[in-house]
């Protein structure tokens, strides 16, 4: 069982930066892949980005690719998301995922966090 939960969210102008963090609960943090996952009113939920379980391996979403980067910390079982050059499409609800593979797709990803919300103003 992994517990999960963001904070970081807020209000920010466009071009500017976010960091999010995501912090577990459970013994068995170091043997998750962990994703960012984002919501935005009346959309489906969408990939962002996930890290392998060791933070050897990445992957982002077109969409942020060169902007967000996600990284982890398995001592502190934290991942981050630190987000630069932010743009309006980027407002959603923020989710961190663990899952055992890394990979896109949703339905991979068993523990989820309750989300953080991430306005970015024009």
């Known amino acids: 069982q992994v517990q999960l939960v963001e904070s970081g969210g807020g209000l920010v102008q466009a071009g500017g930066s976010l960091r999010l963090s995501c912090a577990a609960s459970?013994?068995?943090?170091?043997?998750?892949?962990m994703g960012w996952f984002r919501q935005a009113p009346g959309k489906e939920r969408e990939f962002v980005a996930t890290i392998s379980w060791s933070g050897g391996s990445t992957s982002y979403a077109d969409s942020v690719k060169g902007r967000f980067t996600i990284s982890r910390d398995n001592a502190k079982k934290t991942v981050d998301l630190q987000m630069n050059s932010l743009k309006p499409d980027d407002t959603a609800v923020y989710y961190c995922?663990?899952?055992?593979?890394?990979?896109?797709?949703?339905?991979?990803?068993?523990?989820w966090g309750p989300g953080t919300q991430v306005t970015v103003s024009s």
């Open positions: 995922a663990a899952g055992e593979l890394t990979t896109r797709a949703r339905y991979e990803y068993k523990y």
């Open positions: 459970g013994r068995t943090f170091s043997a998750y892949a």
